[in-house]
């Protein structure tokens, strides 16, 4: 089946820093989807991206939709300490229902 | 504009039990879908409910059944629990069923 590989798992930084995460998959997909989970919370929508190439700012983040429709990154500029957290992506392929996940990335904030 | 809501919050069953947890989905959404969340991964596509009809199911077993009511609601019904059932679910509506999903926070099921 279709599966989105995430990385780094995990990420241990300093208040202050920038942020890069990603994800790849072997499935081409139509919808690309960032989304933050805190403990005990359903996943947060952060950035949506429905067109290859195309990249999306939501205030201190960004986030790109690849050209081959197979990888998409999100960027933190600026990390606070109310950005730790889960952050998944997940993916969208045409015709399908499902989103699929990656496995996460767990974002630690050192003030 | 209300978003997703989920309930019960927490719950605890033993093996061999049935539970059916309920799903409010967001105004003006049609579309629900069900994901299964294991500790420390990402959520699994159980299924997505459609206009009351089910329309795509994920590697789950027939004893997760769901159904979704003229309003929209829906709700996920697990039959003979085993203790690998034991996850956060989430429910998930969109407006449509290609449309972006909003999650609802979730039912801790924990079988014992």
């Known amino acids: 089946g279709q599966q989105l590989n995430q990385s780094p798992q995990s990420m241990f930084i300093q208040e202050g820093e920038d942020v890069s995460m990603n994800c790849t998959s072997s499935?081409?997909?139509?919808?690309w989807l960032w989304y933050k989970q805190d403990p005990g919370e359903g996943p947060v929508l952060l950035i949506a991206l429905y067109k290859a190439g195309e990249l999306t700012s939501n205030g201190r983040l960004t986030a790109q939709f690849g050209i081959t429709r197979k990888d998409s990154f999100l960027n933190i500029s600026a990390s606070i300490p109310s950005d730790v957290g889960i952050y998944f992506c997940?993916?969208?392929?045409?015709?399908?229902?499902?989103?699929?996940f990656g496995q996460g990335t767990r974002l630690t904030i050192n003030p | 504009e209300t978003g997703v809501t989920q309930s019960p919050t927490h719950l605890i069953k033993t093996r061999g039990q049935q539970v059916t947890l309920r799903c409010s989905s967001q105004s003006g959404h049609n579309t629900v879908s069900w994901y299964q969340q294991a500790l420390g991964q990402g959520p699994q596509f159980i299924f997505q409910?459609?206009?009351?009809?089910?329309?795509g199911r994920g590697n789950f077993p027939p004893r997760f059944s769901g159904l979704q009511f003229p309003n929209y609601s829906s709700e996920l019904n697990v039959n003979a629990l085993e203790l690998d059932d034991s996850a956060l679910y989430l429910c998930?509506?969109?407006?449509?069923?290609?449309?972006?999903?909003?999650f609802g926070p979730g039912t801790r099921l924990t079988v014992l």
């Open positions: 997940a993916g969208l392929i045409q015709g399908a229902q499902k989103l699929v």
């Open positions: 998930a509506s969109s407006l449509d069923v290609l449309g972006t999903q909003y």
């Open positions: 499935s081409i997909f139509n919808t």
């Open positions: 409910y459609y206009r009351e009809e089910e329309n």
